[in-house]
């Protein structure tokens, strides 16, 4: 099996990609009225910078969120009918001419989205979990003027009209099955999972968010099979990239900062044994819970056809798990081969 990666500096508002030409997006934008991301919402429209500078709160936040809209509209144009997109994004807290408040990001992009037509389906809140005894801001043991820190993201979901049609017992669909106990875990309302700090130097580091492997890793899993392709508008270091490429799926990558797309060519060369790494690591999972549910007096309904275990469903039979042999170079990104994992 081979994938293809195509990483490109560009807009995300006017995406060089043809209509219906991806089966889901996986990203994470900027997030507006976070002060890091101030000076990219201030380049894309200078009253953003103004409204700023006026302490204007709710003209900034609206700004902010019409420079987003245009990538929305873009997302639903190249999205497959029964597509899905996933969108990570925090809600932002900040001190402006009305004082110290919430600026609810989610629930903005909902509404944006869902005016382009796309469905809302249950969304995910992301908690990373911290170490920090400090889950206030304000006035510390007394009340009522403290409040609570936001320790959580959001992962919407979103999908193009009615479900996608994929053909009647297609191999990619059931070779692409997750396991009956992953599904437990992966389609839960709450993930903790913990932030994942880049390897970047300094000033990258400062434009790059914290978005760890395995968020896009799952998400591709969940919600594509085998050689769709994954989109990501707002790629910065390309995990969604990699993610795609160690899942076994075709991406493509837009950023509008050159630098960052650099940082990517390392990161895909980690491809080979990070996908080795999580398909055997999932392998012996499913191992030790079969041994596990055979010890509670419950057996396991099916024998699976790739491997020496049994599964839960009969959706599960058919799986396989690929892992990256080599990537390559190409003039517009780079090309993976796979092999099965045995």
């Known amino acids: 099996m081979e994938t293809t990666h195509r990483v490109r500096t560009g807009d995300a508002r006017t995406l060089d990609c043809p209509d219906d030409s991806v089966e889901l997006v996986v990203t994470s934008p900027p997030y507006p009225m976070i002060e890091m991301w101030d000076d990219i919402f201030t380049e894309l429209d200078p009253a953003i910078g103004a409204a700023l500078e006026d302490v204007d709160g709710d003209r900034a936040f609206t700004l902010m969120h019409d420079v987003l809209d245009a990538v929305w509209a873009e997302i639903e144009r190249v999205l497959v009918p029964g597509g899905i997109a996933c969108i990570n994004v925090g ?54 003027n403290a409040y609570p820190t936001l320790e959580h993201e959001h992962i919407l979901v979103f999908r193009n009209g ?52 395995t968020v896009p890793y799952r998400l591709i899993s969940m919600f594509s099979v085998y050689g769709d392709t994954v989109l990501d508008p707002f790629l910065g270091t390309g995990t969604t990239t990699l993610a795609a490429m160690v899942a076994g799926r075709n991406s493509v990558g837009v950023d509008r900062d050159p630098d960052l797309l650099s940082a990517l060519e390392d990161r895909v060369a980690t491809a080979p044994e990070r996908s080795r790494t999580i398909a055997q690591e999932r392998l012996a999972d499913h191992r030790s819970w079969v041994e596990q549910r055979r010890a509670d007096g419950k057996e396991p309904g099916y024998e699976a056809e790739q491997y020496d275990f049994a599964v839960n469903t ?7 798990f690929y892992a990256v042999d080599s990537v390559t170079a190409t003039d517009d990104g780079f090309r993976a081969v796979h092999e099965p994992v045995g």
Not at 194 to 213: C, I, K, N, V, W
């Open 91 to 144: 809600d932002a807290t900040r001190s402006m001419d009305d004082g110290f408040r919430s600026y609810p990001n989610h629930a903005e992009i909902t509404d944006r989205l869902t005016d382009h037509g796309l469905r809302a389906l249950p969304d995910i809140l992301w908690r990373k979990p911290t170490n920090s005894g400090a889950k206030f801001m304000g006035s510390g043991m007394v009340p009522p």
């Open 162 to 213: 009615e479900r996608r049609r994929l053909e009647p017992g297609a191999d990619r669909r059931y070779e692409s099955a997750y396991f009956w106990e992953e599904r437990n875990e992966w389609f839960s309302d709450l993930w903790e999972l913990p932030g994942e700090t880049q390897d970047l130097d300094d000033g990258l580091r400062d434009r790059s968010g914290a978005f760890p492997l």
């Open 314 to 320: 009969k959706q599960e039979q058919r799986i396989q």
